[in-house]
């Protein structure tokens, strides 16, 4: 049986941050338990905690997702924006009477896994958007000067899940939307739109609420009513039939051309703790040194591992309760960031994980597969540019998880990064 090489344990002693842990299971099952597939093979094992870590904020729009929130709790700030069409719905001759605006309520928060906390007078500012905007790019900072759109109305909330809210539309200002919009499809016409439909506010603060999005919730037919974001219009409307226009119904539920929502976030980590965001997406930085690795790459690596611990208990966790929240590792480009902080916004990804991962039983341990990134650092060291978390859904329903960071007090929680290697067969 050979033995390990003096060079590799010198290289491992003088390296800052790798420490040899596991060298003696060559007379124990632990290092081939540890690995599974390879039950003939020993194990070296070193493990070795971050040096740095630091916070990204990619400009990433909430406008695909399948929520909209709107609230003022746990230090965010949500708004919702939504636009429709109308004229592209609606008959050759009809009359409407009635124009409404259908949202489905989802999640609420605060809540508990039972119920939900029941909030009397639960209110939404409503204002008009005078200004163009686009489902796509509703990344962190547009709209900022919303607070000076025209105030329409303030309606109420019901703070059951999967109730209906309903605003009635203004007359005046559908017609407004219908004209301008048949304005702009006429040949002979240069119009400009001066309305570009509605944005929710918060009227209340300590509570987040969710409403399903047009691709998160559904149109109805005739057994069940729409989940998705719903300009109902209700009239009457009049068909050709042969020479003859016959009148009926006329009761239509259109889509918004554009919906999604718009966070800021006041919240600051203590000393120790990093975040990791969804629906304002924030990501975590975690760098380790391993450019030594390259000095022994003739063994293999049969699994590398890279472990972060939550604080479920810091007060800037929030988690709709019987949600699963899941979280993807990836590599960067580069490590400038390590040394360079405001390098940061410039930060590219070399390579993101497919699989999601949650957090385990107890809520603190998250473990990445990343054999595969870490084999790539072994034959380009240059490569390694760190790792990087992120929730696996970024633009869904608004969640913050707490991190212990490289710098946290208790060592035992700071990102560690494991590798299993293979000694080769003489």
Known sequence: ?????????????????????????????????????????????????????????????????????????????????????PAAALPDSYVVESVRIKLTTGRIWPSTSDSTIYVPDLRMIVREIPVEWDEDDLIPGTLADFESFEILDTILIDSDPDDSVFYDLPFELWQKW???????????????????????????????????????????????????????????????????????????????????????????????????????????????????????????????EFRVFADPDDPLTMVYPNTGLNFKTGSLTNSDWVNEPDSVASVTLRFVGTDAVALDADGVLLKFDVTGIVSGWMADPAANGGLQIQTSGENQFLSRQIFHNHETEDESKRPQLFIWYVEPSN
């Open 1 to 85: 049986m050979s033995t390990i090489p003096p060079k590799l344990i010198q290289i491992i002693a003088l390296s800052l941050i790798l420490l040899v842990s596991g060298c003696a299971q060559r007379d124990s099952g632990v290092g081939i338990n540890a690995i599974t597939g390879v039950p003939e093979q020993d194990f070296i094992t070193i493990s070795g905690t971050a040096t740095a870590s630091a916070e990204w904020i990619p400009e990433l729009s909430n406008g695909r997702g399948n929520s909209l929130q709107v609230g003022d709790a746990s230090d965010f700030r949500s708004f919702s924006v939504l636009r429709w069409d």
């Open 178 to 304: 219908v004209d301008e919009s048949l304005a702009q499809d006429a040949e002979d016409t240069v119009s400009t739109l001066t309305s570009y439909g509605l944005l929710f506010e918060p009227a209340n603060e300590g509570v987040l609420v969710e409403f399903l999005s047009s691709e998160g919730g559904s149109l109805g037919d005739d057994e069940t009513g729409s989940t998705a974001p719903v300009l109902r219009m209700e009239g009457t409307r009049w068909d050709l039939d042969d020479t003859v226009y016959v009148s009926s119904a006329l009761f239509l539920e259109q889509l918004p051309d554009h919906d999604g929502y718009l966070t800021s976030s006041s919240a600051e980590p203590q000393p120790g703790r990093m975040i990791v965001s969804a629906g304002y997406p924030q990501r975590e930085l975690v760098y380790f040194p391993l450019d030594s690795l390259a000095e022994f790459t003739e063994r293999l690596i049969a699994r590398a």
